[in-house]
């Protein structure tokens, strides 16, 4: 070979290697400003209202800490990635078993959130607990999950309840506005006693209230006229609700959680019920409720995880940002799954890694304000370890009304509580002396007025 052509073959040959270096080169830089992913998985049912506060909420709160720089792992950025996954769990166990095993295998999760309902949590725990996953249960409130953390804290320390437990805390809180309305019913219409329906899921998280809510009620003072338990996916309850007005109920606690809610309203303000409502109707937290009941929803009362009341620092940001990005206002769970995320950042970062056995100590020590007030978890050494603290101080509920298709908080209203109350549940003190600034106080329906006043 000619010496010219050997040295025209080096030198294409040198500018190869160069090239091939320049690529590799940037191909590293690439990679090392590459920011890597937390995964989460989101599980819910996400054709339910609660699916979609989970999802909306979730999305919100993990685009902000992205937007922030993420979450710090030793010295790396990570941003999260959510992973939303459809786990049917209001309605099939199964499905919501399959969910979880799809999150821990298949989406290879760093932690998983979820949680909604009972018997399909209790199923998720063991599948957590088998992978050895965090979980941060956004929903379910019944208390048979932390007694696991107790019972057998090296299995289930993997299981968070930022969202609380449905005892006699949260009772103190229902029974409370439950019987505030009742004293406005006593004054307005000069009833001495009251006459209430109970409406209550026909679900396991339900079972301990059901047990004692009649000698617990009629304790508080008033008249028991009888119990309704439809399931959560009832359609039409016309013939419970007809069996309320017939028993001349003049107040009705309502505590249900899917859609049977929808039919109980259109049932109540199509027959005419003269009976206030108070409780919780989850689907009627939706602010598309009144659109889909047709107004409907009318004086209807219901509790909230929160309100546009400033209930912490922040409670106003996260519910303005959430309605304006999503047309639609927060609901049960939004603010539980905002905390999760925000707690999962702070472990790891104090943990300096995604390793579950050494996040979950920094978990555990988590002390942070949320839009929902301030989330600690009891300790390991008490009697609700990872149990979110509900009360004064932290976490807490608010009341609201739904009044010509705006939702008004009435509750809490720095009213005396009743004595049966306070016997069982001394926590709730703090209600006598609690009123976030912006709440407004209760109306009755005005046909119910209308009717016990000719009587």
């Known amino acids: 070979m000619k010496p010219r052509g050997m040295l025209k073959k080096t030198v294409l040959l040198l500018i190869c290697f160069a090239m091939l270096g320049l690529f590799r080169s940037s191909l590293l830089v690439s ?52 992973i939303i996954i459809d786990d049917n769990d209001l309605l099939s166990i199964s499905d919501a078993v399959n969910a979880m095993e799809r999150a821990v295998s298949i989406e290879n999760a760093n932690f998983i959130i979820a949680g909604s309902r009972t018997e399909s949590t209790l199923a998720m725990m063991d599948i957590a607990a088998d992978n050895k996953k965090i979980f941060l249960d956004a929903n379910s409130v019944h208390p048979n999950q932390i007694k696991r953390v107790k019972d057998n804290y090296d299995r289930y ?74 399931s959560y996916a009832a359609k039409d309850l016309f013939a419970e609700v007809s069996a309320i007005k017939a028993g001349n109920a003049q107040l009705i606690l309502a505590v249900m959680s899917g859609g049977s809610g929808q039919a109980f309203v259109n049932a109540w303000a199509k027959l005419k019920v003269p009976a206030a409502i108070t ?25 909230n995880s929160l309100g546009r009341v400033e209930m912490s620092p922040t409670t106003i940001d996260f519910f303005d940002r959430y309605k304006k990005r999503f047309g639609d206002q927060p609901g049960w769970n939004s603010p539980y799954i905002e905390a999760a995320l925000w707690a999962i950042k702070g472990a790891v970062e104090r943990a300096g890694t995604l390793n579950p056995e050494k996040v979950i100590p920094e978990l555990e020590k988590t002390d942070i304000e949320v839009a929902m007030g ?41 009213t005396p509580l009743n004595k049966v109350i306070l016997a069982k549940s001394p926590e709730s003190a703090y209600l006598a002396k609690t009123r976030y600034k912006g709440t407004v106080d209760y109306v009755l329906p005005p046909w119910m007025v209308e009717f016990w006043k000719k009587k």
């Open 31 to 82: 990679r090392a400003e590459a920011v890597e992913k937390i995964r989460i998985p989101v599980l819910g049912p996400m054709k339910f209202h609660f699916g979609k506060f989970l999802k909306n909420a979730g999305q919100l709160t993990a685009d902000l800490i992205n937007e922030q720089g993420g979450i710090d792992v030793g010295g790396v950025k990570h941003e999260i990635e959510l």
């Open 157 to 230: 320390k993997y299981f968070f309840r930022v969202s609380y437990t449905y005892d006699m805390s949260i009772l103190g809180y229902i029974l409370s506005d439950l019987d505030s309305v009742g004293q406005i019913i006593k004054k307005e219409l000069g009833i001495e006693k009251v006459r209430l329906a109970v409406m209550l899921d026909k679900a396991a998280y339900a079972e301990p209230f059901a047990k004692i809510a009649k000698p617990l009620l009629t304790a508080m003072g008033f008249e028991w006229v009888g119990m309704w338990r439809p």
């Open 279 to 303: 409780g919780t109707i989850s689907d009627a937290q939706r602010e598309a409720f009144w659109q889909t009941t047709g107004g409907a929803a009318n004086y209807v009362g219901s509790y």
């Open 374 to 414: 301030r989330l600690k978890f009891y300790p390991q050494d008490s009697n609700r370890p990872h149990q979110a603290i509900y009360g004064e101080g932290y976490q807490t509920l608010v009341s609201f009304q739904w009044r010509d298709g705006k939702q008004l908080i009435y509750y809490p209203s720095a």
